[in-house]
């Protein structure tokens, strides 16, 4: 059985549990006529379609807010709003997108394992539940910050790793992240594209994501599936992800295709991530299955599929105990990412943790987020003016980019890589006598100090 046997990778897997029989598209309701709109598409994950009309009148906005933001949105929709739309500031999370990156590193430990391993489809299986980890982190209804051009990200202090993200463009958004400890090392080029519906956004992980472990030198490769946010403006907002996500051994052609269940009526099939690990001939070898928001196991399988008899499940993973009715649905990790534990010393001046504006949301100043917010937007337009006017072009200072262009399922990406100079520059700052306060350094991404508004 071949990873591309769609209809035959289902054999045991479909056996687990009677809900995962529903491979269908989650149950949707156009509400023509509500509330005087047309179209509206509402869904309600727990439910059928019989409740999109009561789950419509549900969610964080008052209906005033609703009428205000249709409005708005309605000339956009099959648009990419990625960057396009001033949003107000009530839908954010005190996070930037180069901060939600550095999530990924959470369960870092099962690319030791993977690492650590001889066996090469154990490899596999570790490698692949180390990607589908961070999708519990990622069910999250906030909106994170843009980040501004040259911003950056540092994170130390968890597993041995040194991670530093930045965005190297703004138009389209594209950040470049490098992280690595004794075991790995990571690296990721994102162009993160969207596609307004209406009441829901898809997304589209336009990136290459590619694992180096370091005993062997195997390289792995990451292609995940798309992304939907329901309900923006009218019903409670969620999010599912559903399709294939596939991880390549480009060393030795092994590969996980793991399948992401669409939510079915009533909440059936969500969360559920079901597939295989196939050698490089595409036979399986172990199969994988469980739940992104709790945990996975694993099993070894026969060339059909099947579990090998006197094999049983065995838990690979499982989602850490997060804080109850935390207001941003945090992890704890994503409250360490957000705080100086895991910055390094003499944090660089363009660090996400400095942004007055994620600060003021994060201490409950809406008020003053959503000034700060907007005032580093506009001195970022000017940067942009300045910049034009001296006839120069934004160059990233820890990434270069290369000249190679990697299709993707979504559309082409330009890919930059680490170009080593943070390193250099880290040695340095560790080495320096010189001491600063990091929570008083003032936010500084920019590439001209006498642009402010």
């Known amino acids: 059985m071949s990873p591309n046997d769609s209809k035959n990778r289902a054999g045991f897997l479909n056996s687990l549990a009677s809900s995962i029989t529903n491979f269908g598209s989650v149950m949707t309701k156009s509400v023509n006529g509500l509330m005087g709109y047309e179209g509206i598409e509402v869904i309600n994950p727990d439910g059928s379609t019989e409740d999109a009309e009561e789950e419509a009148g549900r969610g964080r906005w008052k ?31 005190p996070m930037t997108t180069l901060q939600k990156m550095a999530e990924l590193m959470e369960y870092s430990h099962l690319l030791d394992m993977a690492d650590k391993t001889q066996d090469p489809y154990m490899r596999m299986v570790y490698a692949s539940t180390w990607a589908i980890s961070v999708y519990y982190a990622y069910q999250r209804t906030w909106k994170p910050f843009n980040p501004i051009l040259g911003e950056t990200y540092e994170m130390t202090n968890h597993n041995g790793i040194n991670f530093i993200a930045e965005q190297v463009s703004h138009h389209p958004p594209m950040s470049a992240a490098h992280a690595e400890n004794e075991h790995f090392s990571y690296d990721c080029t994102s162009k993160l594209k969207s596609k307004l519906l209406g009441n829901s956004i898809d997304f589209y992980p336009v990136g290459r994501t590619r694992v180096t472990l370091k005993r062997d030198g195997v390289v792995l490769d990451l292609v995940p599936p798309p992304t939907k946010a329901h309900n923006l403006i009218f019903g409670r907002t969620w999010v599912d992800s559903s399709g294939e996500m596939i991880m390549t051994n480009l060393t030795t052609g092994d590969k996980a295709v793991l399948y992401f269940q669409p939510c079915g009526w009533f909440g059936s099939g969500r969360y559920e991530v079901d597939g295989y690990v196939y050698n490089s001939a595409e036979e399986p070898k172990i199969l994988v299955t469980g739940k992104w928001n709790e945990s996975l196991s694993y099993q070894a399988c026969d060339t059909e599929g099947e579990p090998l008899t006197g094999t049983e499940l065995k838990e690979v993973w499982k989602v850490a105990e ?22 390094p010393s003499k944090l660089l001046s363009s660090d996400s943790r400095l942004r007055p504006d994620r600060y003021a949301l994060d201490t409950g100043d809406m008020t003053k987020a959503g000034y ?13 003016r300045t910049r034009e006017e001296k006839g120069q072009r934004f160059v990233p200072k820890w990434f270069d980019e290369t000249e190679d262009v990697t299709p993707t399922p979504w559309g082409d990406l330009e890919v930059y890589q680490f170009n080593g100079k943070y390193l250099v520059h880290r040695a340095a700052a560790d080495n320096s006598e010189i001491n600063t306060d990091m929570e008083s350094t003032k936010f500084n991404p920019w590439q001209f100090q006498d642009t402010s508004p």
């Open 63 to 93: 209906q005033e807010e609703r009428d205000g933001y249709w409005k708005m949105m309605q000339k956009y929709i099959g648009s990419d709003i990625t960057s396009m739309v001033t949003l107000p500031v009530i839908i954010f999370e």
């Open 372 to 384: 700060e917010k907007s005032s580093l937007e506009e001195r970022q337009r000017a940067e942009k």
């Open 322 to 343: 997060a804080p109850e009715k935390d207001k941003y649905q945090y992890t704890h990790f994503a409250h360490k990412i957000n705080s100086f534990d895991t910055a």
